[in-house]
């Protein structure tokens, strides 16, 4: 099988995450809870990870480094716990129902009322309209780094400015680009950042988290067992325990650190080069094939994503030919983003999403090109 659906999750990872995953069935117990070598084990684990973490996205308190099992859960962290009656958000029509659907929980629930930020037809923000959204009580603009169904990436340092300017928090969405393209919380004015482990960064499922700003405030999303303090009622107000109820997944988040060194030692910016590299030969061999329609902008910057559709056909049977016919995974439909598939003019065909990793080569984008041709001129 050609494995082209990694903007879901990559499916190939290094030898070095599935070796540490292993090591640390073996070896680690209960980080936080209790001395023996087990637990201390487990600890080191836990603790070297945040520390990578916190350095690969130049963040200086890797204490504030909370994990969760996903972007999901580490994105309905922030936004249920940072909002409070009254406050207004804004967002945009690009978003992932990861954001999107506990923002609308929330307004329908009277807390907060929400702005959403239109795009054009290519999928791009406007970002004249994102600084005229803000008012008075705006508290935060929560939004994406780069889009999972077009692939376009966000201006995180222009928007960071609007933010900084305007004295709003920024909550950012880093599904898409964490370990293939490079990101400082400081220098993008990052108040909150949410990333999964199982994309960009080469770990496994199961594997996320967020990095909480010192002078950033979240509420538990959830209460448990912590290490520590346990006569409080309260969670904990610590971090990273104030975030990280119950037992951590160490074994998954040995597997992150193998996948985040590994990252760090190729470079962020070559991992990304290549996966570019790959779309963009892909894009440029299929775009006048006739009845193949693109979306997205392919003059900016962007991920290794290309989505398309062809004529007179529903993205879903393109999706099931690619597979049964050349054995080429890809991803169809909605992408769980349905304003973004309403700007681009897909709301009713969904598209097909071919997504490349590093572990992709030039003779996969041949393969896929043909396919398509195939398809497209039938």
């Known amino acids: 099988m050609l494995y082209l659906d990694n903007a879901a999750t990559t499916l190939q990872k290094p030898q070095c995450v599935i070796d540490a995953m292993l090591d640390a ?12 070598s087990a637990s201390l084990c487990a600890a080191r684990i836990v603790t070297e990870a945040r520390q990578q973490l916190a350095e690969l996205f130049e963040f200086p308190t890797p204490n504030r480094v909370c994990f969760t099992s996903n972007a999901t859960e580490a994105l309905n962290t922030a936004i249920k716990g940072f909002f409070q009656r009254g406050d207004h958000v804004i967002t945009t029509a690009m978003e992932h129902n990861s954001v999107l659907r506990p923002l609308f929980c929330l307004q329908d629930e009277g807390i907060i009322r929400l702005t959403v930020v239109d795009a054009d037809e290519k999928g791009r923000i406007l970002y004249e309209e994102l600084e005229r959204a803000v008012q008075k009580e705006t508290r935060a603009l ?10 376009n990436v966000n201006d995180l340092e222009r928007v960071g400015e609007i933010c900084r300017r305007k004295d709003v928090a920024l909550i950012v969405d880093a599904s898409q680009t964490a370990g293939t393209i490079p990101i400082s919380m400081k220098a993008m004015n990052i108040a909150v950042l949410c990333f999964t482990g199982h994309k960009g960064l080469l770990g ?7 990095l909480v700003r010192e002078d950033v405030e979240i509420k538990p999303l959830k209460e448990g067992g912590s290490g520590i ?4 009622r309260r969670q904990p107000k610590d971090y990273p325990e104030h975030l990280e109820a119950g037992t951590l997944n160490t074994h998954g988040i040995a597997g992150l650190l193998a996948a985040v060194r590994f990252v760090r030692e190729i470079g962020v910016e070559k991992i990304g080069h290549h996966e570019r590299s790959l779309a963009r030969t892909f894009y440029k061999q299929i775009r006048d094939i ?6 997205g902008d392919f ?17 879903g049977e393109v999706a099931d030919e690619l597979m049964e016919r050349f054995e080429i995974a890809t991803r169809s439909g909605a992408h769980c ?3 973004a598939h309403q700007a681009i003019g897909t ?14 080569t030039m003779e996969d984008v041949k393969e896929a090109v043909e396919a398509v041709r195939t398809l497209a001129l039938e």
Request: charged residues 15%; aromatic residues 10%.
């Open 25 to 36: 069935m073996n070896q680690a117990g209960n980080a936080a809870r209790g001395v023996h």
């Open 142 to 151: 929560v939004i994406q780094h780069a889009s999972n169904v077009t692939g």
């Open 204 to 210: 496994p499922q199961g594997t996320g988290g967020l």
């Open 229 to 232: 303090h346990s006569y409080d």
């Open 290 to 295: 006739p009845n193949v329609k693109l979306y």
């Open 299 to 315: 003059e900016g910057e962007r991920t290794g994503v290309v989505s398309l559709n062809i004529e007179g056909y529903d993205s």
């Open 337 to 339: 983003a349905p304003l």
């Open 347 to 360: 709301a009713d065909t969904g598209a097909v999403r071919f997504s490349f990793s590093y572990y992709n």
